[in-house]
């Protein structure tokens, strides 16, 4: 996935029927003013402990996980705001950082208190009932940082008494979650080799776990265990084996002709041997977590160069794969592979998902669930990693498989989806899960070039097709049939994800400003709110004092060059 600029200027979205809310005229309101940034003293948060995060799926109060529980659903349990009230939802409090560049960042909440990041690695404790600050946190750079698609963060893990955070130069740092003081810092890898950090990483059993950045640039992908206490290396996952050959595949996970040429491919490995100390398979979200079975699950990115597979014969294990280790030793146990040898950089990269699914014989199962750049969300049995189903499209499909060429080759859905990044969430009640789509036009131009040691390395280009339509959806899909059960076209591609709740609505926000709620049973808009700046970020909720909030992040998307701003927007109804 490389940064990949809109044609054409941004589209300013209607409001019909349903109430608006404008940030310019919300920050001029005396109940909602933006926080100041300047003040630093201790948060009240008390120590979380392992029991709490276990059971974060049915906490009403907090927000643990950057994707609400280690099942990564992204439900909250709450149902104060529902149907029958979003109408009035406005306003609580809007925090601004110092930070005015892309914001993906899910917000955390303890008890009265919040962690957000932003880009470049700045971390800020919040009051979460009236937006002001704690303390603020800013990461001491390194002399070098070699990152794809925006210097992006996704948020903190929370610990004990401690919160962490991996960086752009390739390190895990663990703070004190009450002062915001650094108590140690980890050098995970080279950020010369073109290794960093975007990604949120997750607290579990004493562990943090995460994965790395950094598919565009010709490294081994990895997941790792650190020490809570310690920061020391547990274990180590390599998402390249060393013999990253596989079977061979010749069709996709839909069972779609990729049109590769096995001879050649077989020759090359004969002339080059095995790529996999330069394969890439970056992991950019983070893991679920089983923790019945002690299994974690992951999905692991595109392979190097993205786009000339000349030089990189085979499956290019475990690229574009569901994977599973074990959660205490890093032992692989079950992978399932999308795309055999990608060379349309359609990885996976949305954070998978655990929820009960119905197998081929109607039998509830445990099951993972993983929504893809295809624009398919692929349903497997969370024992052997099996392929259960695969959705309808989401997406225009046209011309998926045709394989780049030097003049530029013509595909859909284009290099950034079918679904990028963002996290679907599910509303378990009705068998649904939320993804936000993209649809984006592209030709893909292949020029194969050597190993360039640490820089960018994609094997050609992809160009969005000047004068095409762009635009998103907010779909949702069946996950026990495979059906869409409705789907709402937005004007622009969408990116940021989702959040569901029991009050019966989905919550998602758009590159154009507009974040809105949406009747999971139905789609139809119920509320909006037009922040200014992009809507990019997943969004969270949670109760203070009795009072339930929803918050969400408006700083824009580099990958899409959607507006940048600041703001951390908390929303709740009197």
């Avoid at 899960?433 to 893909?444: C, F, K």
């Avoid at 076209?489 to 949406?518: C, H, I, N, Q, S």
Wanted: net charge negative.
């Amino acid at each position: 996935m490389v940064r990949c600029k809109m044609a054409g200027a941004l589209v300013s979205a209607l409001v019909i029927g349903f109430a608006g809310v404008n940030l310019h005229q919300a920050l001029a309101q005396e109940e909602t003013p933006a926080a100041p940034t300047t003040k630093h003293k201790d948060a009240p948060v008390a120590s979380v402990s392992q029991e709490q995060l276990s059971g974060a799926a049915g906490d009403e109060n907090n927000f643990l996980h950057t994707n609400g529980n280690y099942e990564q659903t992204r439900y909250y349990p709450g149902k104060q705001i529902n149907t029958s009230n979003v109408g009035k939802l406005r306003p609580a409090w809007i925090f601004q950082t110092e930070v005015k560049e892309s914001l993906e960042t899910t917000p955390i909440v303890v008890g009265e208190v919040m962690y957000v990041t932003t880009s470049f690695n700045h971390v800020y404790a919040i009051n979460a009932k009236t937006g002001e600050a704690y303390w603020h946190y800013k990461h001491k750079m390194g002399p070098v940082t070699t990152y794809c698609c925006g210097p992006n963060n996704r948020g903190v893990a929370i610990y004990g008494d401690k919160v962490f955070m991996g960086t752009l130069d390739s390190k895990l740092v663990a703070l004190d979650a009450k002062t915001g003081s650094l108590i140690w810092q980890t050098d995970i890898a080279e950020p010369e080799l073109g290794y960093s950090e975007t990604m949120a990483p997750t607290a579990v059993d004493g562990k943090i776990l995460i994965g790395t950045n950094g598919g565009e640039y010709g490294i081994r992908g990895f997941v790792r265990a650190y020490d809570a206490e310690t920061g020391k290396l547990l274990w180590n996952f390599h998402t390249i084996p060393e013999d990253s050959t596989g079977v061979w595949a010749t069709h996709d996970a839909t069972g779609k002709d990729m049109h590769r040429d096995i001879e050649a491919e077989k020759a090359a490995l004969k002339k080059l041997g095995d790529p996999y100390k330069t394969l890439g398979g970056g992991v950019w979200q983070n893991p679920a977590v089983d923790l019945k079975s002690k299994r974690i699950f992951f999905v692991v990115g595109n392979p190097s160069p993205d786009l000339d597979g000349s030089i990189r014969p085979g499956d290019n294990l475990y690229t574009n794969s569901l994977v599973s280790v074990n959660l205490d030793t890093g032992e692989y146990v079950c992978h399932f592979q999308y795309i055999a040898h990608d060379v349309w950089d359609l990885d996976a990269v949305s954070p998978p998902i655990l929820v009960d699914v119905k197998n081929k014989d109607g039998k509830s199962v445990p099951g993972v669930i993983h929504a893809g750049k295809t624009g398919n969300v692929y349903v497997h049995n969370r024992d052997d990693c099996s392929l259960i189903r695969f959705s309808e499209a989401m997406v225009d499909q046209t011309g998926m498989w045709s394989l780049p060429t030097p003049e530029g080759t013509p595909m859909l859905p284009g290099a950034n989806g079918g679904v990028e990044w963002s996290p679907m969430a599910v509303n378990p009640e009705l068998g649904l899960t939320y993804a936000v789509n993209l649809h984006q036009p592209m030709t893909y131009h292949v020029e194969s070039s050597p190993y360039p040691g640490g820089k960018l390395w994609l094997g050609g280009a992809f160009k969005v097709i000047p004068g095409s339509e762009q635009f998103g959806n907010v779909t949702a899909v069946d996950y026990n049939t495979g059906k869409i059960a409705w789907q709402k076209k937005t004007p622009l591609p969408m990116m940021g994800g989702a959040l569901a709740t029991a009050g019966g609505l989905v919550f998602t926000g758009e590159g154009d400003g507009w974040f809105r709620a949406y009747d999971a049973k139905s789609g139809d808009v119920l509320w909006s709110f037009f922040a200014s700046a992009g809507v990019n970020a997943p969004p969270a909720s949670y109760n203070v004092d009795g009072k339930q909030y929803i918050v969400v992040g408006a700083g824009g998307n580099v990958q899409l060059d959607f507006k940048r701003g600041n703001n951390i927007i908390a929303f709740t109804v009197d």
